[in-house]
């Protein structure tokens, strides 16, 4: 059975300042359902390689990262309100992978994410997220708004 | 299919997570495992051998299942697990909790 592609995805040349010079962008939106998840993950991690990523840190990192991520933003962002999508651009600079996910919603306390560590209570069953995100991938952005949080990968 | 399940000559259960245990596939994992605890099932194992990776919420659903079997005197032992998993065991301190074995085979005979 042939599943149907539920992702748009965009690829484009864009120009960044130096040194990062030209950089390709590639763009995938999707809607807020948990089943999405996988095919998301896949089809960037996919893009990812064909860029050169290295086939582990794309296998792993990138792959826990970014579920993670697509997850928070479907669950906790958007609510999984069917109206509303979330919105992956990976940019592809010659040392970077900066992968951004961006959700719809009202956005959370950017603060809330400079302390993040594991839950104390080992058997607690959620909490393990964002500190995933932290350990798995180089550097973490989140912008002022709350809704949006870029990854950044380096090649090596 | 995510999930396949069997049971041993010793009678434990292994369940084998085909591909990712994820967001969008935990509670069909935790389901499965619970329907067989129901049907008297107190020893699990999860091989991991055929897994590329796990999310946060595929943690959680285990912790989970492990708590509901400790109360039914179950438990729930893990193998299988490759490199990156092991690493995302030892980040979270996952390892300490659980029993890990790096063969379904040794897991088998020790369970």
Redesign the interface.
Known sequence: MTVPLRLAVRRHDVSLPEPARTALRISVRLPSDLEVVEEAVDVVARHCVAEGLTVRRARFNLRVALCEALANAILYGNAENAAKHVHVHITVTEPHFLVEVQDEGAGFDPAAFADVSLPHDLEALGGRGLFLIRQLVDDVYLNERGNGICMVLRRA | MSFTMRKDASGVVVVGVD??L????RHELKQKVLDAADGGARKILVDFSDT??????G??AL??L??KLREVDGELRLAGLNE?LR??FE????D??FAITESVDDALKKF
Request: a neutral charge; aromatic letters at 4%.
């Open positions: 591909g990712q994820i967001v969008s596939n590329g990776y796990i999310d946060s919420s943690l959680g912790v989970s492990a708590k990156d690493t995302l980040l979270t301190k996952l300490t909790l």
